[in-house]
């Protein structure tokens, strides 16, 4: 296949199709999270679940500060992969008009400055996971495969955007396909959490508020 | 129980997976902050107490038949089984290294609900055949005898006949018609006879009618601690039984926290209603008391004292501010712990683990927060509401050689009630 013809079929089909199996996929994983059904709670409750698995949703996103003093690092680090991911995919230019967005964007530098700082952080996540004893023991491949497709598109966006070592039209043919990779295997790693953690704080907060307990 | 089996084990375990639980698997990232808020592994230092990896076997099963992917790897012999080595290698941290504090709950980021399967997993554990014996003896006692220390009616006669003889107040058995219904522990028969003193004194001052059930006076639920539902239900069944034959209004969890998350929350669940009465916890009633000015205290304790918080109680009942209300009455000196409040660190003897002699070890390992956290507040009395924090506290206290009372909350504002004679 041509080089040309590899970008086209990349940003045509082939990303139509990766797309697809992501939705379709997440739909599926949800489903077969929710269809498991619970049981109501008969307990008198002393405040609302509805309002504590709200709050929960939202409120989980700040660390307690007894973790926090533990481990401030890997949480610092959590925060600035998490917002250095949202920043490169949704705040780029090109991605903006790809996506059909009306968003301003950001200027292409700090797009830049923020996709090296984003693979740092990755990289940090990576030695953390290898040395700490806790997250050798709970590790398995999954996460570094996870880890490693979550990379890719960062890797080959900013070699094609500085031209290197391949010629732009193919870093960028890459640089899709790895996107794509990501969408069709997000849906059946622990990628999933990118939409279940709303379930799970919304199921635990949701308990906690019954019983008027902070969460 | 029925005869235990690895297949029953796994069965059970699958019956308690639903959609929180797939949602808590599907969410996990192996971040490992669980472990930081854990006291089993900040203090021993071994990773295999990290929470989430106490609840593998659950995830196993959950992959391998709740989820499509899991299916497709199990065809292809890609996924770990659960048998008879998982049930061996998991039972103590299981039971032993985890005392369902629900602190690794609270940190986890995604919000997965941690302790809340482990409390899940033991009924697999249990129906498998691989639980603590001495939680085995204390659940079949509860049953057979009526609780989990074996303590019978007489034990409670005889304590009912001493508060009499010491006090002049008399409490009568199955009272129709009174207002509330106390429920003891039996820690608190055997170990803490100022409870039901404590109990007799504020009653009196309040007004109130109050009763013991003969057939219900154990709070405690070791079928809970265990994870047997079947016999938690026979447990709690009693004190609802008995609540709604004597038409009391409220039943009074005592100074026990797994008694109050057994009674108040699990029990109309196991039962499958809810109650026709209501639950409170005794520093709720105590609180709601001193609100109205049924009860007046004076004189305030001047040593300097911290609150311990019991994890059923704080973290997972909600009760936090009663008790520092209550002890800002009568203590001049109250200091609060670090992470006090909803965030406070486990006695270390909760869920089970201080019924269990084997987890002796990791518990007194597991109490080095607690001491830690004492030595750098400097106290010279400990006040708690719960009798299992208690004995576990005093437990620690002594065999790290620290000279420090350890007091009951109900028990030190009825040392500070106002004196009879001069309530009108």
């Known amino acids: 296949m041509e080089v040309n013809e590899l970008l086209i079929w990349a940003r045509g089909p082939a990303f139509n199709m990766a797309l697809a199996i992501f939705v379709f996929g997440m739909l599926l994983r949800l489903f077969e999270i929710i269809s498991l059904g619970r049981k109501s709670d008969l307990s008198a409750a002393r405040d609302s679940g509805l309002s504590g698995g709200l709050r929960t949703i939202f409120s989980r996103s700040l660390p307690r500060k007894t973790v926090f003093a533990r481990e401030p690092l890997r949480i610092l680090n959590g925060y600035i992969l998490h917002i250095g991911l949202f920043v490169v995919i949704f705040f780029y230019r090109p991605h903006i008009e790809l996506l059909g967005l009306d968003l301003a964007g950001l200027s292409s530098s700090v797009i830049d400055a923020v996709t090296v700082i984003t693979i740092l952080s990755l990289f940090a996540a990576l030695l953390m996971r290898l040395y700490s004893p806790v997250l050798q023991h709970i590790s398995t491949v999954g996460d570094y495969l996870a880890w490693l497709i979550t990379l890719l598109p960062l890797i080959t966006g900013y070699m094609a955007y500085h031209h290197l070592m391949l010629d732009y039209t193919q870093m960028l043919a890459y640089h899709i396909l790895s996107v794509e990779l990501l969408l069709v295997l997000a849906p059946f790693t622990k990628l999933t959490h990118m939409f279940s953690f709303v379930l799970a704080r919304w199921y635990q907060g949701y308990l906690a508020g019954r019983r008027g307990v902070e969460s | ?241 008995a609540a709604e034959e004597l038409g009391v209004k409220t039943v009074i969890s005592p100074e026990c926290g797994h008694a109050y998350t057994a009674v108040r929350w699990e029990g109309p669940n196991l039962i499958g209603r809810p109650y026709k009465f209501e639950v409170k916890h005794i520093l709720e009633v105590l609180d709601e008391f001193t609100k109205a000015g049924l009860i007046r205290t004076e004189g305030m304790e001047e040593s300097r004292l911290t609150y311990h918080d019991p994890c059923q109680i704080a973290r997972k009942g909600g009760i936090v501010e009663e008790p520092r209300r209550l002890l800002n009455q009568i203590a001049s000196n109250f200091v609060e712990m670090s992470d006090a409040g909803a965030m406070n660190w486990c006695c270390s003897g909760g869920g089970g683990v201080s019924a269990n002699e084997r987890a002796e070890e990791i518990k007194l390992t597991a109490f080095n927060r607690k001491k830690s956290q004492l030595d750098a507040l400097k106290v010279d009395t400990l006040v708690t509401a719960c009798a299992n924090c208690r004995l576990t506290l005093e437990e620690g206290l002594e065999h790290n050689g620290m000279d420090i009372p350890v007091v009951g909350l109900t028990e030190m504002v009825a040392e500070h009630l106002v004196e009879e004679e001069s309530v009108s």
């Open chain 2, 1 to 241: 129980m029925s005869k235990p089996s690895i297949k029953k084990g796994i069965d059970f375990i699958k019956a308690q997976i639903d959609a929180p639980v797939a949602s808590f698997f599907s969410s996990c990232v192996h971040c490992g902050l669980c472990a930081e808020a854990c006291l089993f592994y900040t203090e021993s230092g071994d990773p295999k107490y990290t929470p989430i990896n106490k609840v593998e076997p659950m995830r196993r099963i959950w992959e391998q038949e709740y989820t499509m992917l899991g299916k497709l790897k199990s065809a292809l012999g890609l996924t770990k089984p659960v048998d008879e080595e998982t049930f061996k290698k998991w039972e103590t941290m299981v039971y032993d290294g985890c005392s369902l504090c629900g602190r690794c709950s609270v940190v986890c980021p995604v919000g997965n609900d941690i302790s809340g399967m482990v409390r899940k997993i033991r009924e697999g554990f249990a129906a498998a055949g691989y639980a603590p014996p001495d939680l085995i003896g204390a659940t079949q006692r509860a049953v057979e005898i009526g609780s989990p220390m074996g303590v019978k009616l007489p034990a409670v006669k005889a304590q009912l006949r001493h508060l009499e003889e010491d006090t002049g107040l008399k409490v009568t058995l199955d009272e129709k018609g009174a207002e509330y219904m106390v429920l003891l522990s039996s820690m608190e028969i055997m170990n803490f006879p100022e409870y039901l003193e404590a109990i007799a004194r504020i009653m009196k001052q309040a007004g109130k009618t109050w009763t013991i059930a003969s057939t219900a006076f154990e709070a405690t639920n070791s079928g809970i601690q265990i994870g047997v539902s079947d016999l938690a239900k026979v447990i709690v069944s009693r004190i609802v039984d």
